[in-house]
Structures are given as C-alpha cells and as structure tokens.
C-alpha cells in the first residue's frame, strides 16, 4: 500500500470517528425554558452594597452592539456618575463604568470586575453567541463560559458543532461578598445559568444572578438595563423590578429570571 493511499485512508477514518463522536454527542439547537413563569421574592441586599459608602456598577456593551445603543445611554450614565443617593440616612455616592469593545482587553476588565470585592453591579448586555460565551473586542475573544453542551454555531455556514467549555469562568475567582451579576443577552438563563450557579457555588460567593429567557431586541437593551438600575436607585423590590423588565416589550417579548443563589451558598454575606 502506498503512503498517499494509507494518508488517505486514515483521513477518512479520523473524519468518520469525529462524526461518529458528534452525532453520539446530543447537539442542542434549541433552548429549554421555563414552563412558568414565577415573581422572585425579597429584595436586592441594600445594605451589603451600600455599606461601604459607594455603589459601584460596571456595564459592559458586548461585540458589535449598536452604537446609537451605546451613544444612547452615555449621557445617562455619566450624569449618574459620582450623585449621591441617600439609604436609611446615609449617604452614597454612585460610580458608573461603562466598556464596549474598543477598551484595551474588554474581557479581561469583565473577569476583573466579577472578581473586584468593591464592585457591586456587573452587567453584560449583548450577544450570546449561541451559548458560547460573551463576545468583547471581536467576534472570537469570547468569554467561555458555557454549560458543557455541544452547540451549533450559525455564524458562517456551514455551521460548525463546537462545545461550550466554561475555562474563562472556571478561572474567576468570586469573591465572599454580596454582588450582582446581569446577563442581559439572548436567552442566557438555558445557556449559562447552569455554569454560573456551578461556580458561585464553588467559590461560595452570596452573588445573585439576573439572566433572561427568549432572544433580546439588541437596539433597546439599554432601555431595560437603565430601568433596572432605576429600580435599584429607588430601592424596588424584585418583583417590582422584573415586572418592569417584562413590561418593555421591543418587537420579542423577554423575561427577567432572578436566581438568589447566594441564599443557598451556605455563606455570611461580608459588609
């Protein structure tokens, strides 16, 4: 037997096993969701990110999010920057940090910030990337973050099966104090709640997490994520501040899911 033909042949059999493998391997094309729809209960913990005196939040605008989108609440949020806001008679000054792919390494500044003790809000607004991961400075600098399943990415055709690792949260250290973290894109309590959940656990960090069901309308996310930072200003409950999530309705309607999965860590939540 010839090299060529024993190269072409063993070609053949590699390409057949990695078919074999991933027809075994169950592909998910759709994301499951909840089949009710139930109102969160309790609050946001106020008093753990007030009692520092600041209220730190970081928004983070995802790879190749409208730019009127990112324009449109700039203003908004640099008024907001450095006002004060008053809680049971203490003062609290507001700072507001907002990153969008043209910052110097995007997704490193997110896994600093899920990390940063002093940082109470973090919110991702953008693309799911079919449950890859959040994109930052380019299509490819994902933060892997996944569930483990073997998704479909649609990208470019013909589509390609990959598997959504979680090596970037896997690598988050979370810290022992109260935070929020809001994943405002498409459909990312199928996609990612499972890993995140996973990891706070893991790290036993008392961190709530905010994800949401059906695709989101991307030229209006800054419409929700505002209204949710209003709500917080005034001190809503969850309730009251899911159901003015659900209320904006922008061509696809969306729901909010409230996961307060620092209740179950089994840890002291650090003022």
């Known amino acids: 037997m010839s090299y060529k033909r024993f ?3 063993s070609s053949f059999i590699c390409l057949l096993l990695i078919a074999l493998i991933l027809n075994g391997a169950a592909v998910r094309r759709t994301v499951q969701r909840t089949t009710n729809d139930t109102l969160p209960i309790g609050s ?3 008093e753990a990110m007030f009692s520092d005196g600041k209220l730190r939040i970081a928004i983070f605008w995802g790879y190749d999010h409208p730019r009127d989108t990112i324009i449109g609440s700039l203003p908004i949020f640099t008024t907001l920057n450095g006002k004060k806001l008053f809680y049971k008679g203490l003062p609290v000054t507001i700072e507001v940090g907002m990153i969008t792919q043209i910052d110097k390494n995007p997704k490193n500044i997110f896994k600093m910030a899920l990390e940063d003790p002093t940082v109470d809000i973090v919110i991702y607004s953008g693309h799911a990337r079919y449950g890859g991961g959040m994109a930052f400075s380019s299509l490819n600098d994902i933060f892997k973050c996944g569930n483990g399943d073997f998704i479909e990415d649609r990208h470019k055709k013909p589509y390609k099966i ?3 690792t979680s090596e970037d949260l896997d690598s988050t250290i979370f810290p022992n104090n109260y935070k929020i973290v ?3 894109c498409c459909d990312s309590d199928g996609h990612f709640r499972e890993s995140w959940k996973r990891r706070f656990f893991e790290c036993g960090s008392p961190i709530e997490l905010l994800t949401v069901e059906y ?3 991307n030229f209006y996310d ?3 994520v505002l209204n949710l930072l209003q709500n ?3 001190f809503a409950d969850w309730k009251t501040i899911k159901s003015h999530y659900d209320s904006e309705i922008y061509k696809r309607r969306n729901r909010l899911i409230v996961d307060s999965a620092y209740k179950s860590s ?3 939540v650090k003022k």
């Open 7 to 9: 190269y072409s042949i």
């Open 44 to 46: 946001p913990n106020y």
């Open 162 to 164: 990959i598997k959504a």
């Open 182 to 184: 809001f994943l405002n």
């Open 215 to 217: 695709p989101v309308f």
């Open 222 to 224: 800054h419409k929700r």
């Open 232 to 234: 917080m200003l005034t």
């Open 266 to 268: 089994g840890k002291r």
